[in-house]
Structures are given as C-alpha cells and as structure tokens.
Nanobody, 123 residues
Framework: QVQLVESGGGLVQAGGSLRLSCLAS????????MGWFRQAPGKEREFVAA????????YYVNSVKGRFTISRDNAKNTAYLQMNNLKPEDTAVYYC????????????????WGQGTQVTVSS
C-alpha cells in the first residue's frame, strides 16, 4: 500500500505561485509514475501533469504548459508541482496519484490517491 499526503495549497492572487508537495509512505516511489490531477466544483477530475519513475520524462495538459512544473525526489519519496502565473481557472482541489510501473494521463491507471489540497486563485 502507498499512502499519499498533499500539502502546499492555499489562496493566492492571480499571477502568483504555489508549490504543492506529495509525500508518500508505505513503499518507495521509485517504481511508480506520479501524476497530479485537479477537480473544480461541478467539473470532472482532469489530468494536470505526470512524471515518470526517475523524473526524466514529464507530461502536461496544454492549459498549464509553460506555467507548471512537475518533479520528484525519490530519496525523499516526494513529488512536487510548482505552479507559476496562476489563473482563476486553476482553482480546484489538486490530487496527487501514483501508478505502478506506469506514467499516464488517465486517472484509472493510478492505484493510489491522496486526499487532495485546495488551491484558490483570486482575480
């Protein structure tokens, strides 16, 4: 089992930055691709970013390319999402997820999920 705990969410003005962290426990993350998803009120959960097991490959939804950066530190069993130039439309609950031996933009490919952290961007 892998337990994931997100942190770093909060309220920020448009144009600001936040860094989300996802700390894993239970097992090493080195065999897992890591992803970030988000869900805004009344909307479906959507893929945001993913990183492969060693951090050498990253993937982003078009709406965050050039603004968000996903990374990981396997020694710390932690994944990160650096979010810059935030926009009101980025407001959502952000979830991290782990997919064993996979890197995917599809939520059903992920076996483990965190509880989510709220990000609110004011205009």
């Amino acid at each position: 089992q892998v337990q994931l705990v997100e942190s770093g969410g909060g309220l920020v003005q448009a144009g600001g930055s936040l860094r989300l962290s996802c700390l894993a426990s239970g097992r090493t993350l080195s065999n897992y691709g890591m992803g970030w998803f988000r869900q805004a009120p009344g909307k479906e959960r959507e893929f945001v970013a993913a990183v492969n097991w060693d951090g050498s490959s990253t993937y982003y939804v078009n709406s965050v390319k050039g603004r968000f950066t996903i990374s990981r530190d396997n020694a710390k069993n932690t994944a990160y999402l650096q979010m810059n130039n935030l926009k009101p439309e980025d407001t959502a609950v952000y979830y991290c997820a782990a997919a064993r031996f996979s890197t995917s933009s599809v939520s059903r490919d992920y076996q483990y999920w965190g509880q989510g952290t709220q990000v609110t961007v004011s205009s």
